[in-house]
């Protein structure tokens, strides 16, 4: 195989990420209920209390600290946390279903060059900074190099009409 220099390790996707949790079953049930994700078998050998979810093409680890009544618990909403950030189909409908749950959360618009993306922010059970948005409508434009995506993870016809666009431009010269 050879390097490629934009991606020297060769590597083919995020595959999970893991968050510790005071409770490992009360974690469970905040994925599982509220944002969709599905409990899968994980090694037996593991020798710690934990779970494995997943959901929208990543796995969560989900492990139990080992002195869970010393975690300091977050309770304001600080959007420039660590957080991980899921798209949706519509931001009224998920703000309606948070205020239905009683999930405290924190609004916030961003704009960029007319586009404006929409953003909720709560926290998990464990104080872990969850966003939904959707940022899908913003393009990814590089700092360097020409190649600009979508956030979407349906993006071969975007890609496809760039480059298209580059290769008929290029005929034309």
Same mark, same amino acid.
């Given at each position: 195989? =050879?390097?490629?220099?934009?991606?020297?390790?060769?590597?083919?996707?995020?595959?999970?990420?893991?968050?510790?949790?005071?409770?490992?079953?009360?974690?469970? $049930? #905040?994925?599982?209920?509220?944002?969709? #994700?599905?409990?899968? $078998?994980?090694?037996?050998?593991?020798?710690?209390?934990?779970?494995?979810? #997943?959901?929208?093409?990543?796995?969560?680890?989900?492990?139990?600290?080992?002195? @869970?009544?010393?975690? +300091? $618990? =977050?309770?304001?909403?600080?959007? =420039?946390?660590?957080?991980?950030?899921?798209?949706?189909?519509?931001?009224?409908?998920?703000? $309606?279903?948070?205020?239905?749950?009683?999930?405290?959360?924190?609004?916030?618009?961003?704009?960029?060059?007319?586009?404006?993306?929409?953003?909720?922010?709560?926290?998990? +059970?464990?104080?872990?900074?969850?966003?939904?948005?959707?940022?899908?409508?913003?393009?990814?434009?590089?700092? @360097?190099?020409?190649?600009?995506?979508?956030?979407?993870?349906?993006? +071969?016809?975007?890609?496809?009409?760039?480059?298209?666009?580059?290769?008929?431009?290029?005929?034309?010269?």
């Amino acid at each position: 195989m =050879k390097e490629i220099a934009a991606n020297p390790l060769l590597l083919k996707s995020l595959n999970h990420i893991s968050l510790q949790c005071r409770s490992v079953d009360e974690s469970v $049930k #905040f994925y599982t209920k509220i944002l969709g #994700f599905v409990q899968v $078998k994980r090694p037996g050998n593991l020798d710690f209390e934990g779970a494995w979810l #997943f959901s929208y093409g990543i796995g969560l680890h989900l492990i139990q600290y080992e002195d @869970a009544h010393n975690v +300091p $618990k =977050k309770n304001e909403i600080n959007t =420039k946390d660590n957080h991980i950030s899921f798209q949706c189909e519509s931001i009224g409908f998920v703000e $309606k279903k948070l205020k239905e749950m009683m999930i405290k959360y924190t609004r916030q618009r961003v704009e960029e060059g007319g586009i404006y993306v929409d953003q909720l922010f709560f926290h998990d +059970p464990d104080g872990f900074m969850i966003e939904i948005c959707n940022c899908d409508i913003l393009p990814v434009i590089p700092i @360097a190099g020409d190649m600009v995506r979508s956030c979407s993870r349906v993006v +071969p016809a975007v890609e496809a009409a760039v480059t298209s666009t580059k290769v008929f431009s290029a005929m034309k010269k």
